[in-house]
T-cell receptor
Framework: EAQVTQNPRYLITVTGKKLTVTCSQNMNHEYMSWYRQDPGLGLRQIYYSMNVEVTDKGDVPEGYKVSRKEKRNFPLILESPSPNQTSLYFC?????????????FGQGTRLTVV | LAKTTQPISMDSYEGQEVNITCSHNNIATNDYITWYQQFPSQGPRFIIQGYKTKVTNEVASLFIPADRKSSTLSLPRVSLSDTAVYYCLVGNSGTYKYIFGTGTRLKVLA
């Protein structure tokens, strides 16, 4: 089954404690991205990756890092989480073919930083 | 990147046809229009994509006028399970920074 898998689904952590949210896709997609979703603000893109070893900032990259060492994995790293990073996070992947860019999203990771 | 504007919310009744319009005045020649649906605490799900005129699939229809400055997502005979947030996106294969915006919150009433 084609899917994007995020882990963990729920995470409560303390300020400053480094954490990683993993994202894996089994569709051989080149493009992957991370979003955060906050009430009233919709989905905002954090980082994206066009292929292995190619990443770039989205609209809200501050406080986040990513890496793309393998095509299927795109982890989101919070080196020193702060309470304003409490949010619902989504990973997505897509196969870019001409103008067709259907994105597949993971189930989401609800992060709480206290 | 073309900015999109959608109504914040809409209410409808079961069995009715719902039309959600998205404005994208600055759409580029090679941009496509894509709509996603999102249920609470779930990731968005692709509904439909089009470039011009009309596109129809088993879920919805997408109407795009000749000037392409707007588009309308049409959901035929909605049910309670269609209650969700609907996002309109504009971009192309070279557009890697997808802007979802705040979407349109559709509430279907019994």
């Amino acid at each position: 089954e084609a899917q994007v898998t995020q882990n963990p689904r729920y995470l409560i952590t303390v300020t400053g404690k480094k954490l990683t949210v993993t994202c894996s896709q089994n569709m051989n997609h080149e493009y992957m991205s991370w979003y955060r979703q906050d009430p009233g603000l919709g989905l905002r893109q954090i980082y994206y990756s066009m292929n292995v070893e190619v990443t770039d900032k989205g609209d809200v990259p501050e406080g986040y890092k990513v890496s793309r060492k393998e095509k299927r994995n795109f982890p989101l790293i919070l080196e020193s989480p702060s309470p304003n990073q409490t949010s619902l996070y989504f990973c997505a992947s897509s196969l870019v073919v001409g103008g067709y860019t259907e994105a597949f999203f993971g189930q989401g990771t609800r992060l709480t930083v206290v | 990147l073309a900015k999109t504007t959608q109504p914040i919310s809409m209410d409808s009744y079961e069995g009715q046809e719902v039309n959600i319009t998205c404005s994208h005045n600055n759409i580029a020649t090679n941009d496509y229009i894509t709509w996603y649906q999102q249920f609470p605490s779930q990731g968005p799900r692709f509904i439909i994509q089009g470039y011009k005129t009309k596109v129809t699939n088993e879920v919805a229809s997408l109407f795009i006028p000749a000037d392409r400055k707007s588009s309308t997502l049409s959901l035929p005979r909605v049910s309670l399970s269609d209650t969700a947030v609907y996002y309109c996106l504009v971009g192309n294969s070279g557009t890697y920074k997808y802007i979802f915006g705040t979407g349109t919150r559709l509430k279907v009433l019994a």
